[in-house]
């Protein structure tokens, strides 16, 4: 399926599996597979924004629909917002631009993305990214593991209960400030005393309780 005319997306998985992949093309390209008798996939274009969403069907005994579930493949031009709420379900994205990402027990793989904001509950969140500007990321009893290359805006990290590892290079020109309440906070690489790369433009903001936080300078 082929659509035109899309300002942004969003995808709704509840135990399938979706790749989201920027491309060159003008247009949204949506292809999937079904797995068991009991699942659908729709699609719907409302105001500029098409919505993708998996429905297993919900049983008793098995109210998430296990056993039924879909492969979701979605290609989006360059440039075009994309926003996934992902329940016990796996998300993959490449080359591609999300505004938020919600994952509850599933699992969140980005790979040369952009992303403004990411919330984790009982489950993985694992990005690398370019360039980070204006990026809040948080977890509760998750885990997030986060590559910056670059930095362009400030970064506000926060961890409930869980573990957070964020990755930056030298060319991320950030200060970090951090703050914890019965947690732990490990630096890597970085001046405790005086934690700042390079020029220290822009701040990390990291904030635990109760958690494990390490930021790591490779």
């Not at 994309?82 to 699992?107: H, Q």
């Not at 957070?164 to 309440?181: P, Y």
């Not at 630096?187 to 494990?212: A, S």
């Amino acid at each position: 399926m082929k659509f035109k005319g899309v300002e942004s997306v969003k995808l709704a998985l509840v135990v399938g599996r979706a790749e989201v992949e920027g491309w060159d093309g003008d247009c949204v390209e949506v292809s999937y597979n079904l797995h068991g008798d009991d699942v659908r996939v729709e699609t719907e274009v409302e105001d500029g924004t098409l919505l993708i969403a998996e429905k297993p069907r919900r049983k008793f005994f098995n109210r998430l629909g296990k056993g039924n579930w879909a492969e979701i493949r979605v290609r989006v031009p360059k440039g075009t917002i994309v926003n996934v709420n992902n329940v016990n379900g796996t998300v993959e994205g490449r080359d591609a631009r999300f505004k938020e990402i919600k994952t509850v027990s599933g699992k969140v793989d980005l790979r040369n993305c952009e992303v403004r904001q990411m919330k984790c509950v009982n489950g993985h969140i694992r990005a690398t990214l370019p360039v980070a500007g204006s990026l809040n990321a948080s977890t509760v009893n998750g885990a997030l593991e986060i590559t910056i290359e670059d930095i362009e805006g400030e970064v506000n990290v926060s961890s409930v209960n869980g573990n957070v590892v964020l990755r930056l290079t030298e060319f991320c020109d950030a200060r970090i400030e951090v703050k914890k309440a019965n947690g732990d906070i490990e630096l890597v690489g970085v001046d405790p005393e005086n934690p700042v790369i390079g020029t220290g433009e822009f701040p990390i903001r990291v904030k635990t309780v109760n958690g494990y936080v390490r930021v790591e300078l490779i």
